[in-house]
């Protein structure tokens, strides 16, 4: 009965009932077949290396820059932990952004819910100032935004209303993620007196980013009324020793 030679796989096409005679015969043969699969072998081995090297060296550079961002962010939170207990302005990148114990994460998640507080609520408002948090992150390795604080309110709400915005600001996790900016934010000033009637309001919808340079927002115009804000009672006060407290969550559209 005649079967494949035992070196079909390699391109012998020869039918054999002895395979040691037929390799007697075609020694030759199979000798170069061999030498033509390890020359082809040679070749793909020579273009993995290749790709794996350029893969190699993508993640390698993602590493790099995600490593360098970290340890920027980490300055970052160094500064702000040390303004926070001596009183002295942070020393970082966003210069009259944030003021001394001004508005501070005091949550150090970098995603999602994050709590900031807001002191000096009363001068800051009369100096009819906004103040833009530290920045976080909607999820992890998600959008890079940061929370926006008006005490004496925006537009035809100056004067008579807090107002907060969200703003979507340029993150290293940008290539990504889908655009426009998909979700909520749920923020809510916080009751200090129970853990109750906390004022909340969702911002949101769709966040969009245009060219570079050119950021987006999401905003509450009449978030809370200065009335409200600054009456106190027994049960609700808002702004103790002219702090408030904010909290943001973030949450997708289905």
């Known amino acids: 009965r005649k079967t494949n030679c035992k070196y079909y796989n390699i391109g012998c096409e020869a039918m054999v009932t002895n395979q040691d005679e037929h390799d007697e015969v075609c020694v030759k043969e199979h000798f170069h077949l061999m030498r033509n699969e390890l020359a082809v072998t040679k070749e793909e081995l020579v273009d993995s290396n290749q790709r794996l090297s350029r893969v190699m060296e993508e993640l390698r550079n993602d590493f790099e820059t995600k490593l360098q961002y970290m340890l920027q962010e980490l300055d970052q939170w160094k500064d702000l932990s ?26 150090r998640n970098i995603a999602t819910p994050v709590t900031v507080q807001l002191a000096d609520v009363s001068q800051r408002k009369a100096r009819d100032e906004t103040f833009e948090s530290p920045p976080f992150y909607t999820h992890y390795f998600g959008y890079k935004v940061c929370l926006m604080v ?16 969200i703003r979507a600001l340029n993150g ?32 949101g919808g769709r966040t969009t980013r245009e060219p570079p340079g050119v950021v987006s927002q999401c905003n509450c ?24 407290y904010f909290q943001v969550v973030y949450s997708q559209n289905n």
Request: aromatic letters at 8%; a positive charge.
């Open 150 to 165: 008006t005490p004496n309110g925006v537009d035809d709400c100056k004067h008579s209303y807090l107002s907060v915005t």
């Open 221 to 244: 115009k009449r978030f809370i009324s200065h009335k409200q804000l600054f009456t106190s009672t027994s049960a609700c006060n808002y702004c103790i020793n002219d702090v408030m």
């Open 82 to 107: 040390c303004a926070a207990i001596s009183g002295t302005s942070p020393s970082l990148d966003w210069p009259n952004r944030v003021a001394a114990a001004g508005l501070l994460l005091l949550r």
């Open 172 to 203: 290293p996790n940008d290539t990504r993620l889908c655009w426009p900016l998909k979700g909520q934010f749920t923020v809510t000033l916080l009751n200090q007196v129970k853990n109750s009637n906390h004022v909340c309001q969702v911002l």
